[in-house]
C-alpha cells in the first residue's frame, strides 16, 4: 500500500504555473499507476491525469491535455503534476492517489491522500 502526501498548491495568476507533488510512503510505490484528480466546489472529483508505473506512458483529461505534464521519479517515490497556462476553472482541491485496478474511473483508485488547494485568479 502507499500513503501519498501532497504538495505545492497555492494561489496563482491566470496564465501562471505551479508544480504540485506527490510523495507516496510505502516500499510498493513503484508497482503502482498513479494518478491526479480534482475537485471544485460543490462539483464532483474528477480525473486529471495518470502515470503508468515506469512512467512511460501518461493519460490526459481534454480540459487539460496540453498545459499540464504529469511525471514521477521512483527512486524518490514521488509524481509530480506540473500545470502550466493556469484558468481560473482550475481552481480545486487536487489529490493523488495509487490505482488498484485497470482503467481511470475514479472508483479504480485508493490510497488518497489529503489534497492540496490551487487557486486561479482572474
Known amino acids: 500500500q502507499v500513503q501519498p502526501v501532497e504538495s505545492g498548491g497555492g494561489l496563482v495568476q491566470a496564465g501562471g504555473s505551479l508544480r504540485l507533488s506527490c510523495a507516496a510512503s510505502?516500499?510498493?510505490?513503484?508497482?503502482?499507476?498513479m494518478g491526479w484528480f480534482r475537485q471544485a466546489p460543490g462539483k464532483e472529483r474528477e480525473f486529471v491525469s495518470a502515470?503508468?508505473?515506469?512512467?512511460?506512458?501518461?493519460y490526459y483529461s481534454d480540459s487539460v491535455k496540453g498545459r499540464f505534464t504529469t511525471s514521477r521519479d521512483n527512486a524518490k517515490n514521488t509524481v509530480y503534476l506540473q500545470m502550466n497556462n493556469l484558468k481560473p476553472e482550475d481552481t480545486a482541491v487536487y489529490y493523488c492517489?495509487?490505482?488498484?485496478?485497470?482503467?481511470?474511473?475514479?472508483?479504480?483508485?485508493?490510497?488518497w491522500g489529503q489534497g492540496t488547494q490551487v487557486t486561479v485568479s482572474s
Open positions: 510505502g516500499r510498493t510505490f513503484s508497482d503502482y499507476v
Open positions: 492517489a495509487a490505482r488498484f485496478r485497470p482503467g481511470n474511473q475514479i472508483s479504480n483508485f485508493g490510497s
Open positions: 502515470i503508468t508505473s515506469d512512467g512511460i506512458s501518461t
